[in-house]
Structure formats: C-alpha cells, structure tokens
C-alpha cells in the first residue's frame, strides 16, 4: 500500500473525525500538520493540493482526497469493518442525518475562518464570539440530545459515523465553556467514546503539534 499522509490541524474538528477514522477502520497513516493558526492552509504549495485551502485532505490510494465526510465515505467504502453506516436505508439515513447535524449544520458556523471573520472584519469583542459559538452548538446538540438512543453509542455497540461526529464536537463545547447538563444522552455517549483507544490516540491533546 502507498504511503497514506493526512494534512491536518490538531485542532480541526474536522481532522480529528477523519483520524478517529482512520484509526477505527485500522489504517496506518502520518500526519503532516498544516497549522491554521498562521495561515499555512492558505500557502501555494498547500492549496496545490487542496484549491479550498482547508483541513483535512487525505493521500491515500493515489488520490487526493477532502471534506471529512467524503472521506469518511471512502474510508468506509474501501475498510469495511467496521462499518461507518447501516447497510439498511432507512438506518443509513438516519446516521447521515445526525453526522450532517454536525458536519453541516453546528460546525460551519463556529469554524476558525468564521470565528476570525467576526473578530476581524466584523469587529466583534470575545464575549460576542464565545456567545455566537454556544449558540449555534447549543441549538445542534438539543436537537441531536432528542434523538439519541437511551442506551449504547448511536452505532449501537460500534461507533458509526454520527459517534466520530459527536466526540470532536463535544471537545469544542468544553473548550468554550459550553453548559452540558442539558444534553445527559450525549456526554454519557461521548464518555464512551473517548475510552475507546482508536478515539483516545485521535484526540488533540494526544497528537497537539
């Protein structure tokens, strides 16, 4: 197999979905950091590679691949254990549904080009930026607490694509001192999932750098 290279920011929630991935499904990769905190996604030699200029964008196969999802998608096409989505349709959609939740809905709104845009061009103080992010993730996440299964992960006994959406979106909620108690279902599934050594070895504080 050829050399599998991820270029991610260890912070990027949408990196650390693609290396919870990557490890569940057992494939072994490095890592090439591109750091958003000083514009490095925006260098000719980068958007070469990735013309939008974002994280992560994943080497594998002889392909370039981006956008988490898709990746997670082809991930899930080519390692099939285990398995990202249900083979039923119905079930399929509902996991899509809640990934996209995250993936579409919470995240793009709370990104670091965002987040720079208020601060910048739009001259927001840090109160309404932090006020902006919990927003937006207290709305996503009470609608995803609704559907959330009493027991077990949303994959049942195995994470699915909505899990590896979930823990790196709970990750930012601490960080931005996000109230939880609201949404019990989901930190107790997100706990879970972070005992997990495949999200456990993903997380930013493991591969900071």
Known sequence: MNDVVLYDFWRSSASYRVRIALNLKGVAYRRVPIDLTTGA???ADYTALNPQGLVPAL???GL???QS???IDYLDAQYKDPPMVSSDPAARSRTLAQALLIAADIHPLNNLRVLHYLRGPLGQSEEAINTWYRHWITEG???LEQQAP???LFGG????MADVCLV????NARRFDTPLDAYPKLVAIDAALRAIPAFAAAAPEAVQS
């Open 41 to 43: 996604q925006s260098a």
């Open 59 to 61: 080497a594998i196969d």
């Open 64 to 66: 370039l691949l981006t």
């Open 69 to 71: 999802l898709a990746i």
């Open 141 to 143: 996440l009470a609608a």
């Open 150 to 152: 009493a027991e077990g």
């Open 157 to 160: 006994t195995s994470p699915n």
């Open 168 to 171: 790196p979106q709970m990750a």
